[in-house]
């Protein structure tokens, strides 16, 4: 199946349209020596993953049926950088700065080739929107990266209550184009093969993967897995994308 049958182009956010600037464990590291931390660095990197990981099984999509968002990610801070700081330290206002600095280009950059290839579907008149497992700061960041132009809609886990790989976002997804859209005719990138691809084509879609770490192995994988947007980009002009 060729490019000319897709009516709509979905983006994931994190390792795919965005990338951290820096890692964000290290970015924590960074604010947090600015508040006495005296652990070491990889502690910070071991901790925020364990972290992050049990706060989504304990309260998935960042709290949304239990807590407020921006308690689940001071839960995050909090156990990330328990025993390190001074006495007396407030955790709400670590946590509270770096809520905020993740929402500015200081953390996040455009991954290269995302720009081209949205100019691209949208010379084709292909609608473009964004489904991502992210909380209520996803609006601000793609504005603040300057992308945000390119969407005509943006669907968070945490807006509508369902996270990827849950066929009901991607269906949310469809139900908010300005033209109708079947499902056979969406396709959505990734960078995760169960969240994004298994989930986008349980739901009856098209969909990639921008994984450089994956192996492409067997069919259908050896077709829809790139290292880059700037790969899936060229393969696209060049019309030998296989859907």
């Not at 609608?127 to 990266?145: E, K, M, T």
């Not at 009856?204 to 947007?229: C, M, R, T, Y």
Request: glycine share 6%; charged share 25%.
């Amino acid at each position: 199946m060729s490019l000319r049958a897709i009516k709509l182009v979905t983006f994931d956010v994190t390792n795919t349209l965005l990338q951290f600037k820096v890692p964000a464990w290290q970015y924590y590291a960074k604010v947090a020596k600015d508040y006495g931390f005296n652990g070491p660095d990889d502690q910070i990197k071991t901790r925020f993953k364990k972290s992050f990981n049990h706060m989504w099984e304990k309260h998935p999509n960042f709290g949304k049926k239990g807590i407020e968002w921006e308690e689940w990610w001071t839960q995050v801070v909090s156990m990330t950088l328990k025993d390190h700081l001074p006495s007396g330290t407030d955790v709400a206002t670590v946590a509270h700065e770096l809520i905020e600095e993740f929402r500015t280009d200081r953390c996040w950059q455009s991954a290269s080739g995302g720009e081209k290839l949205m100019h691209h579907f949208k010379n084709l008149g292909i609608q473009i929107g964004v489904i991502s497992n992210f909380d209520p700061r996803l609006n601000d960041i793609l504005n603040n990266v300057s992308l945000k132009k390119y969407f005509d809609f943006i669907v968070t886990s945490y807006e509508i209550g369902y996270s990827k790989p849950d066929e009901r976002i991607f269906k949310c997804a469809i139900g908010k184009c300005r033209v109708p859209v079947t499902p056979p005719e969406a396709l959505h990138i990734g960078d995760d093969i169960v969240k994004d691809y298994q989930g986008a084509r349980a739901a009856g879609w098209h969909a990639v993967l921008i994984n450089p770490d994956l192996d492409k192995g067997s069919e259908p994988l050896q077709h829809h897995v790139f290292k880059s947007l700037e790969e899936l980009s060229n393969v696209i002009m060049e019309k030998k994308l296989k859907l």
